[in-house]
């Protein structure tokens, strides 16, 4: 099935560093998703987006809706040890038969060394 | 609050056996979702739910089938295991059929190996 286009594939940081990863399409999704995974567990939302150009923050992470409606960037800023995990972006596409259902990038992985 | 709960954790199955894997949510939602993940392969859609007595095929359905048992639960059924179904399966529910697109909440996931 179709996946979004997520990069990067890995990050290996310093404490107290920016982090930035995105996710692209060549469809246009009406809401964009990011989502952490730790591991052990299941994904968990970390902000919804929903407008073109929409930007919003969740404490020291801030996420994006592309201006055409086919992307979206998630940064981190001054990342902490916690912060380490696999990163996904997902969105609804516009399409009439995918109702609901949601596209998932493959993942960003974050290792965060002290 | 518990979110969406999924039973078992873990599990070890043989080639050939059956099993059902279940999923609980207590938001009120009405759609439901199983996902199977694997390495390098993302997150793929199995079967879904809208609401409360519809089922309808995802990506990967074959070899599995469903049960929305009422609005809260949703189970997966494998008939007859085989290797290629070891896999990290998530449940996750969503608050609107059709209509505006909500985010999916997702289980801790039940990690089955067939041997």
């Known amino acids: 099935g179709q996946q979004l286009n997520q990069s990067p594939q890995s990050m290996f940081i310093q404490e107290g560093e920016d982090v930035s990863m995105n996710c692209t399409s060549s469809?246009?999704?009406?809401?964009w998703l990011w989502y952490k995974q730790d591991p052990g567990e299941g994904p968990v939302l970390l902000i919804a987006?929903?407008?073109?150009?929409e930007l919003t923050s969740n404490g020291r992470l801030t996420a994006q809706f592309g201006i055409t409606r086919k992307d979206s960037f998630l940064n981190i800023s001054a990342s902490i040890p916690s912060d380490v995990g696999i990163y996904f972006c997902?969105?609804?596409?516009?399409?009439?038969?995918?109702?609901?259902?949601?596209?998932f990038g493959a993942g960003t992985q974050v290792v965060v060394t002290p | 609050n518990a979110g969406v709960t999924q039973t078992p954790k873990f599990q070890v199955l043989k080639t050939g056996q059956s099993m059902t894997l279940q999923c609980a949510q207590d938001?009120?939602?009405?759609?439901m979702y199983w996902y199977r993940q694997d390495p390098g392969m993302g997150l793929r859609l199995i079967y879904y739910?809208?609401?409360?007595?519809?089922?309808d095929k995802g990506e990967v359905p074959n070899g599995y089938n469903v049960s929305r048992l009422n609005k809260r639960e949703f189970s997966l059924r494998l008939e007859s295991a085989a290797p290629s179904q070891t896999s990290v399966y998530f449940c996750?529910?969503?608050?609107?059929?059709?209509?505006?697109?909500?985010?999916?909440?997702f289980g801790d996931g039940t990690r089955l190996s067939i041997l």
């Open positions: 996750a529910s969503s608050g609107h059929p059709g209509g505006v697109n909500q985010p999916q909440h």
């Open positions: 469809s246009i999704f009406n809401t």
């Open positions: 987006l929903y407008k073109a150009g």
């Open positions: 997902a969105g609804h596409p516009r399409t009439t038969d995918s109702w609901g259902k949601l596209q």
């Open positions: 938001m009120n939602h009405n759609s």
């Open positions: 739910s809208a609401s409360e007595g519809t089922t």
